[in-house]
T-cell receptor, first 113, second 114 residues
């Protein structure tokens, strides 16, 4: 079964540093997402991406965040200057047409120290 | 804005007990409904989904869910749980009119005692 792949699985970074979280969505999917889950809290939507542009974003997705699909296969989330409260599990997801469910990656656990 | 409520935060059951996890959502229009499971240390996996048609949906691992539009509910059920069902369960809703993202409930942590 096709998978969404995320790297790295764990990342520890110092406050103020930039991080890039990487995702390889399922190859024929068209919609791409980032979600995050702070420890003990619910999964929150960050951003959706379609046709090479952001289609929707949440209040969490401020100017410190950006997404890119640099080469047609990878889908990256960049946090420009990390804060302690950015520590969370970040999930990438992709989706085909509207009747298909989403497929989630295994997540990247980001710890900001 | 739509919201999703899961009223049971923690559930503890013995093996072979029946399970029902509640999920209610706030939006009154057309919705797509999902249940995801997250085993310890693992990613979200789709258990089942409802888009249209028969409101009783059967998913993997013996789970099913019933969409009751009048109650804005999509409760998850399993007649007989196993120790391996210990996990966190998330209900999620996609409202086509509000974009294409999922709104998740707060999750229900299920522990099944052997």
């Amino acid at each position: 079964e096709p998978e969404v792949t995320q790297t790295p699985s764990h990342q520890v970074t110092q406050m103020g540093q930039e991080v890039i979280l990487r995702c390889v969505p399922i190859s024929n999917h068209l919609y791409f997402y980032w979600y995050r889950q702070i420890l003990g809290q619910k999964v929150e939507f960050l951003v959706s991406f379609y046709n090479n542009e952001i289609s929707e974003k949440s209040e969490i997705f401020d100017d410190q965040f950006s997404v890119e699909r640099p080469d047609g296969s990878n889908f990256t989330l960049k946090i420009r200057s990390t804060k302690l409260e950015d520590s969370a599990m970040y999930f990438c997801a992709s989706r085909g047409d509207r009747v298909n469910g989403y497929t989630f990656g295994s997540g990247t656990r980001l710890t900001v120290v | 804005a739509q919201s999703v409520s899961q009223h049971n935060h923690h559930v503890i059951l013995s093996e072979a007990a029946s399970l029902e996890l509640g999920c209610n959502y706030s939006y009154g229009g057309t919705v797509n409904l999902f249940w995801y499971v997250q085993y310890p240390g693992q990613h979200l996996q789709l258990l089942l989904k409802y888009f249209s048609g028969d409101p009783l949906v059967k998913g993997i691992k013996g789970f099913e869910a019933e969409f009751i539009k009048s109650k804005f509910s999509f409760n998850l059920r399993k007649p007989s749980v196993q120790w391996s069902d210990t996990a966190e369960y998330f209900c999620a809703v996609n409202n086509n009119n509000a974009g294409n993202m999922l709104t998740f409930g707060g999750g229900t942590r299920l522990m099944v005692k052997p």
